[in-house]
């Protein structure tokens, strides 16, 4: 599949026809989640699915819905009296405040300051609320972004107690006290790249880039870097619904679909770090969110789990080794001449293979194949086998269970 995006602006006499065939497929995906929430018990798998497949859970009021039953979170076990909260002794109240004042880009643009203002207020109770609750939890920035996400959609009552539950296992691991195991999420994104595209991989490695540059992409579910909230909710239901190293998945698959971009930076960290940090905002979503449903199909963490322990290894031992960056500057081959080698590859290749490399992300080294688990890969994560096996994952780790994801 081809990922550019289209140039072309021209309209279609189709286009009626289509607007009518997405109308008449929201509707059926409307009654299908209806439906899933009428069964007894809840069909939880159908509701993780479709949170996967295209468009997600379309609305808010839908999600109000679905989102606990993705975080088993029973409500008629929540209280409609949330408790009160002590602001003066609390240890983290300041950051918090200092967090959430500088918030004001989250909500919606034209909501006026008097509704804002005291939406920030109950922002940071539920923060607040949580960490007292959970003293093993550390507060972290970057927390606030995700949590005035759920405020959002679900009001104050609601929030609390999916951010609770959420905090307690997708984001334990970058509320502890320190970002070791943070850091060790962050070592997953080189091997998947590696796996599927090694020319992008050994030039982010050649820049000594590291990973710092998906940091905030990571720990705040993209909701730092993204201005529009349909994407920012959209991306919420697809990582709800699936394994919790899912966002590491698609920061990989986001560089993957920059291929050119990267590859025509120049070779050094401050340039390379520049421009990966400057997230595009017209990404196509639904596309990179079934790549990387891929990704995870045919690379589970398993897999890559002892070379991101490597990598990690790696990036200890060059930390302490104070000649490390101008002895790789030294080695690093002249721009002009990474360029060159570059053009002349392509045009021995021809036009046909500089086609199929524009028309395939996902092209895996015939070393990896063995690895693929699907006969048949490029789903659209609807209904089809690998968006399957992330339901199945996902429902194997779900937050009805007390799990250590880094062991």
Sequence with gaps: MNLKKSRSGASSPLNGIDKQDAESRRKK?????????????????????????????????????VWPWLLNVNLEGISEQLEEVDRTNNKDYNQVLLDVQRSLRRF????????????????????????????????????????????????????????EKLSTHHLRDFMDPTM???????????????????????????????????????????GHVLSDFRHVVRLYDFFL????LMPIYFAAVIVLYREE?????????????HLLSQIPQDLPYETLISRAGDLFVQFPPSELSREATQQRRRETASSTFKDFDLASTQQRPDSALRRRRRGEREQQQGPPAMEAKQGAMVAVRPAARR?????????TVA??????????????????LDLQFFP
């Design 29 to 65: 995906k409307e009654a299908d989640i209806t439906q899933a929430l009428s069964l007894t018990p809840v069909d939880v798998a159908a509701l993780r699915r479709m949170a996967i497949s295209e468009g997600g859970l379309l609305t808010d009021e839908i999600r109000c819905k």
């Design 108 to 163: 919606p643009p034209g909501m006026p300051d008097q509704q804002r203002m005291g939406l920030q207020e109950e922002l940071i109770d539920i923060i607040l609320r949580v960490l007292v609750k959970n003293p093993q939890l550390h507060y972290y920035q970057g927390y606030h972004d995700i949590v005035v996400t759920f405020l959002l959609v679900l009001g104050e009552r609601l929030a609390t107690a999916l951010v």
């Design 180 to 222: 070791d195991n943070t850091k060790h999420i962050l070592n997953y994104l080189m091997p998947i790249i590696d796996r599927v595209n090694p020319e992008v991989h050994d030039f982010m490695e050649q820049a000594e880039v590291g990973t710092i540059f998906a940091l905030s992409w990571l720990i705040t579910w993209f």
């Design 241 to 244: 619904a699936c394994h919790p």
């Design 261 to 273: 971009e990267v590859l025509d930076c120049e070779c050094d960290m401050a340039s390379l770090h």
């Design 371 to 379: 690895f693929v688990r699907l006969a048949v890969m490029g789903i």
């Design 383 to 400: 209904l089809g086998a690998a968006a399957l096996a992330m339901v199945n994952s996902a429902l194997e780790w779900a937050p009805k």
